[in-house]
């Protein structure tokens, strides 16, 4: 699989010209050029195009420049968790007035002793409900 994002507000990489290389790969379209939130609701993330059964995403994210992590951390983490665990993006609810809550089981990682972390972490479950 493949994830290309792209800053809607990027001087270095205009949007529009990633957006017309990934149509130019040859990849068939399998969802049409549409909204993702970061809630499932009304908070907006970008946009993003779907081609070739799932294989190729190209995203951008909404109001950010070339350092999208850096400019909108909260975009950056939902569509890379979001890609990373194969979920579709979540899409924009035009009436929805309160995000929904959502349960998540996060994932088990380790960090090394030796990098000041506690060795495996485990699965938990968190509750939590987006801020808007």
Sequence with gaps: ?????????????NSFQA???????GFNLTSPWRPWTIDGCRRMGGY???YGD????????????????QMKPA???????TWVAGEEYKPYVKDCKKPPVIQRKE??????AAAGGRGVVRPSVRTFQSSQ
């Design 1 to 13: 699989r493949v994830l290309v994002y792209n800053g809607d507000t990027d001087p270095a990489i």
């Design 19 to 25: 957006q017309n290389w990934t149509s130019s790969l």
């Design 48 to 50: 993003v195009t779907r």
């Design 54 to 69: 799932q294989r190729l995403d190209y995203l951008t994210i909404r109001g950010s420049g070339h350092m999208v992590p």
């Design 75 to 81: 975009a950056a983490y939902e569509f890379m968790r």
């Design 107 to 112: 994932a088990l990682f380790t960090v090394p």
